[in-house]
C-alpha cells in the first residue's frame, strides 16, 4: 500500500490532521478507532514536520539581494 501522507500537500496535511483532532475530541470515537486515528496523526504529524523543516532549509539558503539560492559552503568563505 503506497504511501498516501507522503504526497499530501503541507496544507492537506495539516488539514486532516485538524480533522482527526476534531473527531477524536469529540469523544463519540471507539478505542479501536482512536488508536487508528492517532496513528494516522502521528504520520501526518512527521510529513508536516518534515515539509516545515524542508522550507525552512529553502528560506536559510536563500540570498535576499540575489533571490538566489546559495550553498551552505559559501556562508563560511563570506565576512
Known sequence: MPKKNDTLTFEDALERLEAILESMESGDTPLADLVA???????????????????????????????????????????
Open 37 to 79: 486515528k492517532f496513528e494516522e496523526g502521528s504520520k501526518l504529524l512527521t510529513n508536516c514536520q518534515q515539509k516545515l523543516k524542508e522550507a525552512e532549509l529553502k528560506i536559510e539558503q536563500l540570498n535576499i539581494k540575489t533571490g538566489e539560492v546559495e550553498s551552505f559552503e559559501d556562508d563560511s568563505t563570506q565576512a
